[in-house]
């Protein structure tokens, strides 16, 4: 652990990627911001403006940075390697893999944090004066778990506070927290994924590319799975369907339009159906890494 802390701090490519994926992040949701129609604006569209999310693309720009960040930690790795050649035993291996993993996962949701707040306030700032977001003007279009904290400290709306707190309405409609929870998860899977495809290549390039990938093939073997069950697709989940915008099938199940559907989005995280898309690829991808590395004599 100690040594991959000082690979990833040492190296100038790490603080390159992080501060250019916040910069492109918020030029993004900056630019879909000033977009948007005059009207209320809806918890959804506040999420996606959040996230950075664009049609046609595999990943946000969070996601595609931790998974590029987490390649590149294996691919760098390969090219440099810290180890001597007398000390690249199978359990070694496995220890910096593994070490990979628990460096990468938190900084991953660092990174996934800090765009969240960053783009809260590039949205805020970039929305056409005719946009006003309803969690800030509306108590009824707040998530439960805002309205109870707001009514622990006394107020009975956000608009109660000062306007400069104004941000925090972006992320405090009906299914914001929930659908925002899972992009943080989403992208330390992201982080994950990048390094254990690398792993398997032996190249970041190849280990991005197939990151890319499996967005699609994610969202395609959850539809058969969902039908070979019996369970109907989420409604919530309609709107992104046929494949348009990588990810975007999960904030489905934890967002939406009725009040009562948008308000179950913290028990949808905890459905058994999307915590095993979510989790099984990493951990198919953890146990191929660990039979590939079995049969290699170096990293």
Known sequence: LAYELRRLRGLRSTWLLLAAVLLCDAIVAAGLASRIPAGPL???TGVRLLTATLPLTPLPFAMFGAGLLGALSYGHEVRHPGLPASQVAYARRVRLLLAKLLVVGPVAALLA??????DAVAVHLSLPGGV??????????????????????????????????????????????AALLMFVLLTVVAAWTGVLTASLTRSAVAGVLLLCALPP????????????????????????????????????????????AAAAGSSALMNPVLLAAVATPVAALLLVALLVQAGRRAL
């Open 132 to 177: 006003t977001v309803a969690a800030w003007a509306d108590p009824a279009a707040l998530s439960a778990q805002v309205s109870g904290a707001l009514d622990a400290v006394g107020l009975s709306a956000l608009g109660d506070l000062p306007a400069v707190f104004a941000p925090l309405a972006l992320v405090a409609g009906h299914g914001a927290p």
């Open 42 to 44: 809806g918890a959804s």
């Open 113 to 118: 944090l800090a765009t969240l707040l960053l």
């Open 217 to 260: 093939l994610l969202e395609s073997g959850v539809v058969l799975l969902l039908r070979r069950s019996g369970r109907p697709w989420s409604s919530r989940a309609v709107g992104p369907l046929p494949f348009r915008s990588g990810i975007e099938w999960a904030y489905g199940w934890v967002y939406g339009g009725a009040h009562e």
